[in-house]
């Protein structure tokens, strides 16, 4: 019997009891006895700071008197004195290690038992079962972090964006095992605490990164040597102690991590552990992804625009990626001597215990509007942490961010190279113009091809201009679109990134940035049609041209031609219903609804209610008129398939779709019908929209060089000599099983 997704109770009993776990007694001496030890050590550094003030005040004392008894100055005094000036520096220098300011922590939110009772109840359940004392606060971050300490417990929103309830129990289990009783947890927090002392000062000094800097001239960096080597020689007793330190600190962590993953085994079994230990380290890998790609320490004026929710942009990279082998010597734990994730995983599979819980449902449910603590969380790390001025930077969804990276719009770039800056990753070059008749010959395609030339040379600044500016605007009609998204579910957005901040005036804005692309367009289709032209006669002068004439990559190009020429006009006739699909889904995934959890507004639903429809209507737009295309290359079973099949959106799936979002938003439970049809969507709309402009982009590639081929070839056969010697056909299919269109 599974418990109701409503709640993150359990299956076991309401009086938990405490998991069935090997006995730590030897564990908590063997605690004490190293929490000793590194007393032992920083009284050692303190004595060797006072033993060098000692020495150093008694050879001034030595060197003042000798100077009175003898009366007189003698020259050996300026070398006593400069070796007593030495000695009072490094007096110095030792005594300043005592004072090194720690670095700063990352800033945190709590959240509070009143607004928050489902986590609390959780971490009561979790902590009766190891047998440790309840957290009294949960603090939350953007990161991808989890941390127990006495009284707090550190989750970073990363974490439970792609884990199920089940997963993240046993990864907060783990965490609360550290507190338990009878494993000498204050001990455990002494040896932590000192760890964390020397490593401040050891590997934090503000004098060494000062000293080690290389800004500034040759002179200045010279000057600097002398300084950073005696803070180097002056830091060596704190490191040789920190290093006696670790060898006793070591193996005691890696007992305390083996007896808490031993906890967490217990409690959800073995191979449950251990998919939730490798989930982790792939969300911790694109957390820290995230962090190296948009912070920019050295010039923070430079960053003008930031995902307004990481821990959302972090789950949509996973779901997105298929990386899921772990590095040796790699971890993810807050203590930075744990065994590494791969030696926990292979620990946690090999472990017999099948778990005595059965979590259901996400891990971000036990989070009462997860998506908006998300969000929040994401804007106090920029503010906090980072420095930045958030009026001074604009807020992107997700969706942008992920489009704005897709891997096939560098086939587009290479496209522009050809094209001039003149394609655009989401316009086609067809159904412009009328249809050619076949009774034109080659004089005049080759004339008409020219003339296309001349004139794209005269006026293609006028088309990069006003793409450029059909882009920009396209882009800010989805910025209007999600923002009132989020004001109709009742969240808040960023007013200065707009006109206006009021669900009227941005209807407003809407209409007049949508009348401003309808007007580009003409301007638009006007310049395309020229392109079309020009490809149409060098695409129709390739093929009248016999294969024995051609160069053999040439002709080899020629053999696909009807099949990517096929896909390119099935694909971008059909740009205008993809394009109202993107706009209307990023909207949707502003609220972000698959990770939302427990919603208890009426407005979010109300919201969710209103853009599905949306959703649904143009995906059956685009879907039906691609049911209608067939896919022209070979599968792999030799069935024949539509486009729409091959790009994962049958007929069934559609229809399953639209009766299972239906079906999540009519349901009983409210409060969760938000994430489940966020969920549904991923799951399919997404991959739907990636292979679509994938394969779109992949035939525009084609396309554009056997255009590119055709017209050198035709126009100056020298430069398609070159162009044919440095030829890599770029898209992934097997061209030797191609099939004949006509079968």
């Not at 009772?117 to 440790?132: E, F, N, W, Y």
């Not at 620990?347 to 259901?360: C, H, K, L, Q, Y």
């Not at 919201?607 to 599968?635: C, E, G, N």
Request: glycine share 6%; net charge neutral.
């Amino acid at each position: 019997m599974s418990p109701s997704p409503s709640s993150p109770q359990t299956t076991a009993p309401s009086q938990p009891t405490r998991l069935d776990v090997p006995s730590t007694g030897p564990l908590a001496l063997m605690t004490g006895f190293a929490a000793v030890y590194g007393i032992i050590c920083l009284l050692g550094f303190l004595a060797v700071v006072i033993a060098a003030s000692l020495a150093a005040l008694w050879h001034g004392h030595v060197l003042v008197s000798s100077m009175v008894f003898d009366q007189g100055f003698r020259w050996q005094n300026v070398a006593a004195f400069a070796a007593m000036a030495v000695e009072l520096w490094f007096c110095i220098l030792l005594f300043r290690q005592m004072l090194t300011p720690a670095v700063k922590s990352q800033t945190r939110q709590e959240l509070l038992t009143a607004d928050q009772p489902h986590i609390h109840a959780l971490m009561k359940d979790l902590s009766t079962r190891v047998g440790a004392t309840p957290p009294a606060s949960i603090i939350v971050d953007s990161s991808a972090e989890l941390a127990a300490t006495p009284g707090h417990l550190r989750i970073g929103l990363s974490t439970p964006v792609a884990l199920s309830m089940n997963q993240f129990a046993g990864l907060l289990a783990h965490e609360l095992a550290f507190l338990a009783t009878g494993r000498g947890a204050r001990a455990f927090r002494v040896m932590n605490w000192t760890d964390h002392w020397f490593l401040l000062r050891v590997r934090h000094d503000p004098w060494l990164k000062t000293f080690s800097s290389r800004k500034g001239r040759p002179i200045q960096r010279l000057s600097r040597i002398p300084m950073w080597l005696s803070v180097m020689i002056a830091s060596l007793p704190m490191r040789l102690l920190h290093s006696l330190f670790t060898l006793a600190y070591k193996p005691v962590v890696h007992a305390q991590v083996s007896a808490s993953d031993k906890c967490a085994t217990a409690l959800i079994g073995g191979p449950q552990y251990a998919d939730a230990l490798t989930l982790r380290a792939r969300l911790s890998a694109f957390r820290q992804q995230c962090e190296d790609h948009y912070h920019q320490p050295e010039d923070p004026l430079a960053v003008t625009e930031l995902p307004d929710n990481i821990p959302l942009l972090i789950g949509r990279r996973y779901h997105l990626s298929d990386v899921s082998a772990l590095v040796t010597g790699v971890r993810n734990h807050w203590l930075r001597l744990a065994p590494d994730d791969l030696f926990r995983v292979q620990t946690a599979r090999e472990a017999s215990d099948s778990g005595v819980f059965d979590f259901s449902g996400s891990a971000t449910q036990c989070v009462v509007s997860f998506h908006e603590q998300a969000r929040r969380a994401t804007h106090f790390h920029y503010q906090n942490d980072w420095g930045l001025v958030l009026s001074q930077i604009k807020m992107i969804n997700v969706d942008e961010c992920l489009h704005a990276g897709r891997d096939s719009n560098e086939l587009v770039t290479t496209m522009n190279r050809y094209l001039k800056g003149l394609a655009h990753p989401e316009r086609a070059f067809c159904g412009l113009t009328r249809e050619r008749h076949n009774d034109s010959d080659d004089a005049t395609l080759k004339r008409e091809l020219r003339d296309c030339r001349s004139w794209l040379a005269k006026y293609g600044d006028r088309l990069t201009t006003s793409l450029s500016e059909w882009s920009r605007t396209w882009r800010l009609v989805r910025a209007i679109e999600a923002a009132l998204a989020l004001l109709n579910a009742g969240m808040t957005i960023h007013r200065q990134q707009f006109a206006s901040g009021t669900t009227e005036g941005l209807r407003e804005e809407l209409q007049r940035q949508m009348d401003v692309m309808e007007n580009l367009e003409g301007v638009l289709k006007d310049f395309e049609s020229r392109l079309e032209t020009l490809m149409a006669c060098c695409l129709e002068l390739l093929w009248r041209t016999p294969e024995s004439e051609l160069p053999d990559k040439i002709s080899s190009i020629r053999k696909t031609l009807p099949h990517w020429v096929l896909i390119y006009e099935a694909l971008g006739l059909n740009l205008p219903a993809l394009r109202d699909l993107i706009t209307a889904y990023h909207a949707f995934n502003a609220l972000g609804a698959e990770v939302s959890g427990r919603v208890e507004s009426a407005a979010f639903l109300m919201t969710v209610k209103t853009l599905v429809p949306r959703i649904m209507q143009h995906l059956a737009r685009v879907t039906s008129a691609l049911h209608d295309w067939p896919y022209p290359f070979a599968t792999i079973d030799g069935q024949r398939m539509t486009l729409a099949d091959h790009l994962g959106m049958t007929k069934f799936t559609a229809d399953e779709l639209a009766v299972s979002c239906a079906k999540s938003i009519s349901g009983t439970d409210h409060k969760l019908a938000g994430q489940e049809v966020g969920r549904k969507l991923l799951e399919t709309v997404s991959p739907f929209i990636d292979n679509y402009l994938d394969l779109y982009h992949q035939a525009f590639g084609w396309v554009t060089k056997a255009t590119q081929l055709a017209e050198w070839h035709f126009v100056d056969p020298m430069m398609a000599m070159r162009l044919v010697d440095n030829l890599e056909i770029e898209p992934g299919v097997d061209e030797t099983s191609i099939p004949a269109l006509s079968a």
